[in-house]
């Protein structure tokens, strides 16, 4: 797999200076993200990944919460929905049962889908809810200050840990493969190429499907640490990151300046909530169940 991960084929819109921007509302650029940071590489990627899908566009819901990477719903010229802290994986869990055809992506931090929305990402990854869940996981809340997140690793300084990190951090990858998700991958932002096959993959997968992308955060994260700028932290990047598809999730854990393991970690096939939905209403009421109609006025 890691050969073809090295390239993605996209088709190029006719007229177009840039494949990202057909995608993008260009009136609202430019954007609030800083100079190194990551997030915007995530978007170029997942813009490449729509294309290389051949995803409906028409079809495609953008849900994100609050926090920096919360604003790529607000940049992207798709349904898309800003919703309330923590809150992005339950309206999209809505969305998604109310309209099955749509292929909903929840696009937000590690501190909005793991702090206040921790719980929503647990029982939807249990329930295999079939939607994606794009977080880019800077280790910090970057957007209020830089305070310590449920992922930020421990002998971190931080805006409430003046005297560096104590607490465990959350380790992304094995909490989403032990609740039961379909797809699980991580990579980092200086791995594009195979961030935008593994987004194009997840887009094809059914259930729930979740990739953490390990991203820069130099204004507040790397300049409190002394870690340097964005390309700095890219070098990094390079040097520290192993891939390993297929490793045990348990052996993933991030540290302030360890090894990075990158790759392909789950991919299973479950049943997914709708369909268990489906099979509990027929086997409940036989021929008196009839499947709502996608799309009906009465429903």
Known sequence: MSEQLLEVECEIPEGSFNPVEPFL???????????????????????????????????????????????????????????????????ATGLKLANPELQVVVYSGDGDLFAIGGNHFIHAARRNMDIKVICVNNLTYAMTGGQTAPTTPSHVISATAPYGVFEPAFNLVHLADACGASYVARW???????????????????????????????????????????????????????????????????????????????????????ELLQAQMHESLGDRYAEPEVGCSEC
């Open 25 to 91: 509302r260009t009136e609202r650029i430019p954007h609030i993200w800083c100079a190194g940071c990551g997030i915007g590489t995530t978007v170029n990627c997942f813009t490449r990944a729509l294309l290389a899908s051949k995803a409906d566009l028409d079809k495609v819901a953008v849900v994100s919460g609050i926090g920096c990477a919360g604003r790529v719903a607000g940049y992207m010229r798709l349904d898309s929905f800003h919703t309330t802290h923590g809150r992005a994986i339950p309206f």
């Open 188 to 274: 980092t932002t200086f791995h594009v190429k195979q961030l935008a096959r593994s987004m194009e993959e997840v887009l094809k997968k059914k259930g729930f499907g979740f990739i953490e992308i390990v991203s820069p955060c130099p204004t507040l994260y790397q300049r409190r640490n002394k870690m340097g700028d964005g390309l700095d932290t890219m070098k990094y990047y390079k040097q520290a990151s192993k891939i390993r598809h297929g490793a045990p999730t348990a052996e993933c854990s991030l540290t302030k300046s360890g090894e990075i393991i990158v790759g392909k970690f789950v991919d299973r096939e479950r049943p997914d909530y709708y």
